[in-house]
């Protein structure tokens, strides 16, 4: 009788409490990462947020709390900063649909063309650019756009020069530094596909552009939305290359940075920019019914 009195109690291990209450599994799992969400991401948008609002001692520089929608008045009043916004906006919707337009024909000769020798090599030529830190990239990438740089020297022959610093070379540095992020989901998809869909489709006449547009792009749709979030957000975050390779060009993150520490309420207020704009572009993308398949 005292051995079972014992036994009873037993204290059970917690694997087996969590097992027969659901509830308290749920919330063991969801604690952490609700906890990180809400008390960090959240809560930091929300006090960027009311941050919009106050105002700021243009003598002391000093930050007031209250209310005031001067700050986005300032956004749709000041022309530079709507045209900074379209600027960014256009820089965003490139950078996306060249990385599109790159990475759907690599990934069918990736997948349906390549040895695995050369899948192998490109695959890492690919993901090449995530093995550096973020600012060692720009600044290589600023050493080749510079005047005695690669791309001059190169059509120095020729007798023409490269672009030199402007939006053109932004560009082209956040295609370089975001293509992964488009590349890598769509190879993924293409390594999907069953060969015999190219099979059908080359029996039936059809040549290899033709085959990727009506055969491999609808399937790639989902995998290329989801590509997309990434470069056209990360691009609208970015500031640090039109700061290298931009020259005079400025982007919302550069409108931020320079207000900071002068004008806080006023960056804050151009902070939400990207955010509604990546929101207004997921609404767009959800309205197509392409995130049903993600």
């Known amino acids: 009788m005292s051995t079972q009195s014992a036994l009873q109690r037993k204290p059970r291990p917690i694997s087996t409490a969590l097992y027969r209450h659901p509830k308290g599994r749920l919330a063991s799992l969801l604690t952490l990462p609700m906890t990180w969400l809400v008390g960090v991401y959240i809560l930091s948008l929300a006090i960027m947020l009311v941050t919009a609002f106050w105002t700021t001692d243009p003598f002391t520089s000093r930050v007031k709390p209250g209310f005031t929608l001067d700050n986005f008045a300032q956004l749709a009043t000041v022309p530079a900063y709507g045209m900074t916004a379209l600027r960014t906006l256009g820089i965003a919707l490139a950078v ?5 337009a790159f990475s759907v024909p690599l990934a069918v000769f990736m997948s349906q063309v390549a040895g695995p020798k050369l899948r192998a090599v490109l695959a890492v030529l690919v993901t090449l650019p995530l093995w550096a830190g973020y600012l060692v990239k720009v600044i290589g ?4 756009w510079t005047e005695n740089g690669f791309f001059n020297w190169a059509l120095e022959p020729l007798g023409i020069s490269g672009p ?4 053109l070379t932004v560009t082209l540095t956040l295609v370089y530094l975001w293509f992964p992020y488009m590349a890598i989901p769509v190879y993924t998809a293409v390594a999907q596909i069953p060969p015999n869909l190219f099979d ?19 399937l790639l749709m989902p995998s290329l939305i989801a590509g997309s979030i990434f470069t056209f957000s990360l691009s609208l975050g970015d500031y640090i290359s039109a700061m290298y390779v931009g020259g005079s060009t400025q982007m919302i993150g550069s409108i931020i940075a320079q207000n900071i520490n002068l004008n806080p309420p006023l960056a804050a207020a151009f902070s939400f920019v990207p955010i509604v704009l990546v929101i207004v572009y997921l609404g767009a993308v959800r309205r197509t019914g392409a995130l049903n398949n993600l």
Request: proline share 3%.
């Open 96 to 100: 996306t649909l060249i990385c599109a």
């Open 141 to 144: 990438m600023r050493l080749v």
């Open 164 to 167: 030199g610093f402007g939006v």
């Open 200 to 218: 059908a489709s080359s029996d039936l006449g059809a040549r290899g552009f033709r085959t990727i547009r009506t055969v491999v792009a609808p």
